[in-house]
């Protein structure tokens, strides 16, 4: 796909903690750069999405930051779809900071240039509106696991490491991001594969 002529766009999905974004860098990091030192594959998180957290405030929803509800579904959709065309000659996408727990606009730059989006999302095979317009705009998709004690090792030790208590880290993990990730596995039958890591 990075020695294509044209754009396309490959998809991670898995459950918080499943190794997405760092499957997401090593792919684009395997796939290189070209001769002139122009990257071939470019990551865009699906996190960036994730509301304002003092919008969360004013919905009620940020004991459950994550959720699908929680993110601009409508404004991903919308920007995967300008990455799909292709046709600016530089796209930006957003970001995610997990130290300030809020969205950055504007911070990946995705020029035309580039071959290859991977995008990585808990969301992106969901069939329910306006998530369901994502799969028919993956050129391929996988969906990524690990074991369940892994996985949640990683999360715990994520919240951990980002303010949380190693008690609140836990129940966080089994609460909120385990319904996420119980309704997350119920799309993993429309990847084109399943990747094991840990």
């Given at each position: 796909?990075?020695?294509?002529?044209?754009?396309?766009?490959?998809?991670?999905?898995?459950?918080?903690?499943?190794?997405?974004?760092?499957?997401?860098?090593?792919?684009?990091?395997?796939?290189?750069?070209?001769?002139?030192?122009?990257?071939?594959?470019?990551?865009?998180?699906?996190?960036?999405?994730?509301?304002?957290?003092?919008?969360?405030?004013?919905?009620?929803?940020?004991?459950?930051?994550?959720?699908?509800?929680?993110?601009?579904?409508?404004?991903?959709?919308?920007?995967?779809a300008r990455l799909r065309a292709?046709?600016?000659?530089?796209?930006?996408?957003?970001?995610?900071?997990?130290?300030?727990?809020?969205?950055?606009?504007?911070?990946?730059?995705?020029?035309?240039?580039?071959?290859?989006?991977?995008?990585?999302?808990?969301?992106?095979?969901?069939?329910?509106?306006?998530?369901?317009?994502?799969?028919?705009?993956?050129?391929?998709?996988?969906?990524?696991?690990?074991?369940?004690?892994?996985?949640?090792?990683?999360?715990?030790?994520?919240?951990?490491?980002?303010?949380?208590?190693?008690?609140?880290?836990?129940?966080?993990?089994?609460?909120?991001?385990?319904?996420?990730?119980?309704?997350?596995?119920?799309?993993?039958?429309?990847?084109?594969?399943?990747?094991?890591?840990?």
């Amino acid at each position: 796909m990075a020695d294509a002529g044209s754009r396309s766009v490959v998809g991670l999905a898995g459950a918080p903690g499943s190794g997405k974004s760092t499957l997401a860098a090593r792919l684009a990091d395997a796939v290189g750069a070209k001769p002139d030192g122009t990257p071939r594959a470019v990551v865009v998180p699906m996190d960036g999405f994730h509301l304002a957290q003092a919008e969360l405030e004013r919905l009620g929803r940020a004991s459950r930051k994550g959720a699908i509800d929680t993110f601009d579904g409508h404004g991903f959709v919308a920007l995967l779809a300008r990455l799909r065309a292709a046709e600016e000659d530089v796209t930006y996408a957003p970001s995610f900071d997990r130290t300030l727990e809020e969205p950055i606009a504007g911070a990946i730059p995705v020029p035309r240039a580039i071959p290859l989006v991977i995008v990585e999302g808990n969301y992106l095979l969901a069939d329910a509106p306006p998530w369901d317009a994502i799969r028919p705009m993956l050129d391929l998709a996988w969906y990524v696991e690990v074991p369940e004690t892994v996985r949640l090792e990683r999360l715990v030790a994520r919240h951990v490491a980002h303010g949380r208590s190693a008690e609140d880290a836990r129940a966080f993990a089994l609460g909120s991001d385990q319904a996420n990730a119980d309704l997350i596995a119920t799309t993993r039958h429309r990847a084109d594969a399943v990747v094991g890591l840990g």
